[in-house]
């Protein structure tokens, strides 16, 4: 998988889930996960928050971090 080319109807993508819904989607730990996406270039990822990039209702991107550690990215963070 290309880093930057994601399909918006992957179900196993939490950057496609951010884009469909428009929310944010925190992947606290990706051992089980149905949403995570394994990244070739990124095999050390533990945790994910995608963040839709909104400009009023229409979708600009997606802002996806990835974390080397479990439980990285806080509820405080993914709310806005």
Do not use: C
């Amino acid at each position: 998988m290309d880093l930057d080319s994601i399909p918006l109807d992957a179900q196993t993508s939490a950057v496609a889930l951010t884009a469909r819904t428009r929310q944010a989607v925190n992947v606290k730990d990706m051992a089980g996960s149905t949403t995570y996406r394994p990244v070739k270039q990124l095999p050390e990822t533990l945790s994910e928050l995608a963040i839709p990039l909104m400009l009023g209702s229409q979708l600009l991107g997606v802002f996806d971090l990835h974390a080397k550690e479990v439980n990285r990215f806080s509820e405080e963070i993914s709310a806005y």
